[in-house]
């Protein structure tokens, strides 16, 4: 029997429309599928995109979020945010990783959906820019899209069109993953989500002109490389 998910209960409109990629409610509900976020906890939802994971935890959890992305600009997020009575939770930014405005020790828990990858795989870049800004024992929680396998030496030839460099090198499996967050975070868990075809379902079903253009590439990965990586802990 099909999983019955969270999201379902949220406007199909509402959600397609603001999906940037697999959709993010599904993952971020199997991300927290087993951690209690207390009520009113600061949590920094990070590479926020359209503010559809933000609206997730504040309803869900009803956490104070700080909704942060480069790419969308914060009004819009505010306007998608009044859409669905979530503005009193959810605090739009727009700023760069690298260049997060708060204090240190700010946040209680900082989640990462189909974003971190972007600004993440440097070794550097959780300790320099992250860390500094969450309490001891806050919790982390990132999704990641990924592969099981290692594959940029040896790149299959049918995904070598829809794969450019740029993409692979964001790209990687759970014991990579594993590797840069091992004495980053106590409680370290790395694994491969379930949820990758009902999240990329979600996405290829939409009109979007990016997911049409990745109807192909999953159709050429055919469930072979491709997955979704999970990583949660807590701050040392």
């Known amino acids: 029997m099909p999983k019955n998910y969270k999201a379902d209960n949220y406007n199909k409109n509402f959600v397609d429309q603001n999906m940037m990629g697999p959709n993010s409610m599904v993952i971020l509900e199997e991300l927290l599928g087993n951690i209690k976020l207390q009520r009113e906890i600061k949590v920094l939802d990070l590479g926020c995109g359209k503010a559809l994971s933000s609206v997730f935890l504040a309803t ?16 819009k997020n505010y306007q998608r945010l009044q ?12 700023a760069d990783a690298h ?20 600004f993440g795989c440097d ?10 800004l969450l309490k001891k024992d806050a919790l982390v929680a990132i999704s990641i899209p990924g592969m099981k396998y290692e594959l940029h030496k040896n790149v299959p030839d049918e995904m070598k069109p829809f794969w450019p460099d ?17 004495g980053k975070l106590r409680d370290l868990e790395v694994k491969e989500m379930t949820c990758f075809d009902r999240a990329w379902g979600d996405w290829l079903s939409t009109d979007d002109p990016y997911a049409i253009m990745d109807r192909k590439m999953m159709a050429a990965d055919h469930g072979r490389y491709m997955n979704l990586v999970s990583i949660t802990g807590k701050s040392i």
């Open 99 to 118: 260049q997060l405005p708060f204090a240190d020790g700010y946040f209680d828990a900082v989640v990462s959906i189909d974003a971190y990858q972007y």
């Open 123 to 132: 070794d550097k870049y959780y300790d320099e820019h992250l860390k500094p």
């Open 60 to 75: 869900e959890f009803g956490v104070q979020v700080f909704a942060v992305d480069l790419w969308i600009n914060a009004t």
């Open 83 to 94: 859409q669905v009575h979530a503005e009193d939770l959810v605090i739009p930014l727009h």
């Open 166 to 182: 740029k993409a692979l090198i964001t790209w990687h499996g759970v014991n990579w993953w594993k590797e840069m967050f091992e």
